[in-house]
């Protein structure tokens, strides 16, 4: 069995090739989208065009995001929507500023970690009303908005109600992962009437519509945030929650907020590096990337041994302390400068054996999921890095009557072990895997760019900056590169990294490379589809255009005029 999956390893590691071209890596699926005016880059291409669409109409690049977001939620029902969370990090030209956004939602205030513990739960469900928080996302865009915004809301979600009504040609990828979603989600009251009209989810092609979504955005439109979350909507919401044994109530919507925070940033071989604090894990990218510094990653050479060695090592670290201290901050104060310190960083260096795979590591001893990521740029010079998602896919299957949207099940990522820096408290933000990421050089923007997939965001977002800095290549061969990804860390819920995790290496790696990481240790194991959507913009200051890119893992489009 071994040879077998030695073979088949060998064999794929020769496949991950584009057709031949004459420009560009080996593996890159084409070259990079070119603009003066405006750019967006989307998981789908409905979405990319009706940024587009907002741009050209005079909106700039915030009231482009949160219209193509409303459409992604519509159209990518298994990755976000509105019934999720939103963090977004914006590049204002005005005050040539990065501006954080927090809009993650909270716990309800009524369930308690002593109602698990008396009802035996080990850790929190992934399905069902149990792991619901308060969605954040709608409250994200009119945040966005109100600070930023030129466009009118009703002119921004215009679009999104509009295919909701009419209905859209559901993408193959997608068709693929609403009828795994519906597998487990429709037992749940609410799913098969929004998802499943003709008694299944919709096949490649086929039009969808979703007039229950598309009312509930006409509300918000007319209505604004408070018509989501007070009143009909939040009424609807909370009924159905409590109907079916779960704790989310009218006075948990009505008191969410948004918030403005800072990002903070390593300078990674003269580039800043940009990402939001715990909540999230964004601050493991910024560990890694200081790990690494201290290493010739050009010299090793993408690809090579002593690079999947050296990355693989160095995330193990970041991971460990991702799992000990990343939580809501209001609750538990992250250490995050000592955790991004280069002191730190050299400390944490010297625990990597050049030669051998690390089984476990020790958190340090401080003296102190499914996502859709896209991004948008105007002519004024304003970037969005914006990131959205239910969480599993579709989300917690708890879809209420008439609204079009399912509730996310972010809950799941609370600890249920007492004293843990993320355990399950009342009104308490849980740890967050989706993050969004920029990147600026000498002041002035440069690239803003994400990917989407769980635990896979911070290794993606380290592997996207190591290929554009260290390895030079483009911005669309830095998505389109074979990824590491490594699974089996210590988890933010309470789990522990055993034997050393398992590493997963995308098609395209060289099977003498694999041949060596198996013997320094490294378990290696076969992924299909965990590795990311990667979506990108990068600002040229010397030819004053735009640069998007989009990979072909998802349906995503980049596309400028």
Same mark, same amino acid.
């Given at each position: 069995?071994?040879?077998?999956?030695?073979?088949?390893?060998?064999?794929?590691?020769?496949?991950?090739?584009?057709?031949?071209?004459?420009?560009?890596?080996?593996?890159?699926?084409?070259?990079?989208?070119?603009?003066?005016?405006?750019?967006?880059?989307?998981?789908?291409?409905?979405?990319?065009?009706?940024?587009?669409?907002?741009?050209?109409?005079?909106?700039?690049?915030?009231?482009?995001?949160?219209?193509?977001?409303?459409?992604?939620?519509?159209?990518?029902?298994?990755?976000?929507?509105?019934?999720?969370?939103?963090?977004?990090?914006?590049?204002?030209?005005?005050?040539? $500023?990065?501006?954080?956004?927090?809009?993650?939602?909270?716990?309800?205030?009524?369930?308690?970690?002593?109602?698990?513990?008396?009802?035996?739960?080990?850790?929190?469900?992934?399905?069902?009303?149990?792991?619901?928080?308060?969605?954040?996302?709608?409250?994200?865009?009119?945040? =966005?908005?109100?600070?930023?915004?030129?466009?009118?809301?009703?002119?921004?979600?215009?679009?999104?109600?509009?295919?909701?009504?009419?209905?859209?040609?559901?993408?193959?990828?997608?068709?693929?992962?609403?009828?795994?979603?519906?597998?487990?989600? $429709?037992?749940?009251?609410?799913?098969?009437?929004?998802?499943?009209?003709?008694?299944?989810?919709?096949?490649?092609?086929?039009?969808?519509?979703?007039?229950?979504?598309?009312?509930?955005?006409?509300?918000?439109?007319?209505?604004?945030?408070?018509?989501?979350?007070?009143?009909?909507?939040?009424?609807?919401?909370?009924?159905?929650?409590?109907?079916?044994?779960?704790?989310?109530?009218? !006075?948990?919507?009505?008191?969410?907020?948004?918030?403005?925070?800072?990002?903070?940033?390593?300078?990674?071989?003269?580039?800043?590096?940009?990402?939001?604090?715990?909540?999230?894990?964004?601050?493991?990218?910024?560990?890694?990337?200081?790990?690494?510094?201290?290493?010739?990653?050009?010299?090793?050479?993408?690809?090579?041994?002593?690079?999947?060695?050296?990355?693989?090592?160095?995330?193990?670290?970041?991971?460990?302390?991702?799992?000990?201290?990343?939580?809501?901050?209001?609750?538990?104060?992250?250490?995050?400068?000592?955790?991004?310190?280069?002191?730190?960083?050299?400390?944490? !260096?010297?625990?990597?054996?050049?030669?051998?795979?690390?089984?476990?590591?020790?958190?340090?001893?401080?003296?102190?999921?499914?996502?859709?990521?896209?991004?948008?740029?105007?002519?004024?010079?304003?970037? /969005?890095?914006?990131?959205?998602?239910?969480?599993?896919? =579709?989300?917690?299957?708890?879809?209420?009557?008439?609204?079009?949207?399912?509730?996310?099940? !972010?809950?799941?990522?609370?600890?249920?072990?007492?004293?843990?820096?993320? /355990?399950?408290?009342?009104?308490?933000?849980?740890?967050?895997?989706?993050?969004?990421?920029?990147?600026?050089?000498?002041?002035?923007?440069?690239?803003?760019?994400?990917?989407?997939?769980?635990?896979?965001?911070?290794?993606?977002?380290?592997?996207?900056?190591?290929?554009?800095?260290?390895?030079?290549?483009?911005?669309?061969?830095?998505?389109?590169?074979?990824?590491?990804?490594?699974?089996?860390?210590?988890?933010?819920?309470?789990?522990? =990294?055993?034997?050393?995790?398992?590493?997963?290496?995308?098609?395209?790696?060289?099977?003498?490379?694999?041949?060596?990481?198996?013997?320094?240790?490294?378990?290696?194991?076969?992924?299909?589809?965990?590795?990311?959507?990667?979506?990108?913009?990068?600002?040229?200051?010397?030819?004053?255009?735009?640069?998007?890119?989009?990979?072909?893992?998802?349906?995503?489009?980049?596309?400028?005029?």
């Amino acid at each position: 069995m071994r040879k077998l999956f030695i073979a088949a390893l060998c064999l794929a590691a020769f496949t991950l090739q584009a057709q031949d071209r004459i420009t560009g890596k080996k593996f890159a699926t084409r070259s990079e989208v070119i603009a003066q005016h405006g750019m967006a880059a989307t998981s789908q291409p409905l979405a990319t065009q009706v940024a587009l669409d907002i741009l050209k109409k005079g909106g700039n690049a915030i009231d482009a995001a949160i219209a193509a977001n409303a459409v992604l939620g519509l159209v990518e029902p298994t990755g976000n929507g509105i019934g999720g969370d939103l963090f977004a990090i914006i590049w204002d030209s005005k005050t040539e $500023q990065l501006y954080g956004l927090n809009a993650s939602g909270r716990s309800p205030y009524g369930l308690s970690l002593e109602y698990f513990k008396k009802n035996g739960y080990k850790k929190i469900p992934s399905h069902g009303p149990l792991p619901v928080s308060v969605p954040g996302a709608v409250d994200g865009w009119f945040e =966005m908005h109100g600070k930023f915004g030129t466009m009118d809301m009703q002119e921004i979600l215009q679009p999104a109600i509009d295919y909701a009504n009419n209905g859209f040609p559901v993408s193959e990828l997608i068709a693929w992962y609403m009828e795994r979603g519906a597998l487990t989600l $429709q037992k749940f009251p609410g799913f098969k009437e929004t998802y499943m009209p003709n008694g299944r989810t919709p096949g490649k092609g086929e039009i969808f519509r979703n007039p229950g979504l598309g009312s509930t955005l006409d509300k918000i439109a007319k209505g604004g945030r408070d018509a989501f979350y007070k009143g009909e909507i939040a009424k609807t919401i909370a009924d159905y929650m409590q109907q079916l044994g779960g704790f989310l109530s009218e !006075r948990d919507l009505a008191e969410h907020t948004s918030d403005w925070i800072e990002p903070v940033s390593v300078n990674y071989r003269g580039y800043d590096v940009w990402e939001l604090p715990p909540n999230g894990q964004g601050i493991a990218a910024l560990q890694m990337l200081t790990i690494l510094e201290g290493f010739d990653l050009k010299s090793m050479g993408f690809g090579s041994t002593e690079y999947v060695h050296t990355f693989t090592e160095a995330k193990k670290l970041a991971f460990e302390d991702r799992a000990k201290f990343y939580a809501d901050m209001d609750f538990y104060k992250t250490p995050v400068q000592e955790l991004i310190s280069e002191e730190y960083a050299a400390e944490r !260096r010297l625990l990597i054996n050049p030669s051998r795979a690390g089984r476990s590591y020790p958190a340090g001893q401080l003296k102190d999921g499914d996502t859709i990521y896209m991004t948008v740029a105007d002519k004024d010079g304003n970037m /969005v890095s914006l990131i959205q998602s239910n969480y599993r896919g =579709m989300g917690s299957g708890m879809t209420p009557p008439g609204l079009g949207f399912i509730l996310q099940d !972010r809950g799941e990522l609370f600890s249920l072990e007492e004293g843990h820096a993320n /355990v399950f408290e009342p009104h308490k933000r849980p740890f967050h895997t989706i993050i969004p990421a920029f990147i600026t050089k000498d002041g002035k923007p440069w690239v803003s760019f994400g990917l989407m997939g769980g635990a896979t965001q911070p290794q993606g977002h380290a592997q996207i900056v190591i290929n554009l800095i260290d390895f030079g290549m483009n911005l669309q061969e830095a998505g389109d590169a074979p990824r590491i990804l490594h699974n089996g860390s210590s988890q933010p819920t309470g789990g522990v =990294m055993t034997n050393g995790g398992v590493l997963q290496l995308e098609t395209g790696f060289d099977y003498e490379v694999i041949r060596e990481l198996i013997k320094m240790g490294h378990k290696i194991s076969w992924n299909v589809g965990s590795y990311g959507g990667y979506q990108a913009i990068m600002w040229d200051d010397v030819n004053k255009v735009y640069y998007g890119a989009s990979e072909s893992r998802k349906d995503g489009q980049a596309a400028g005029y």
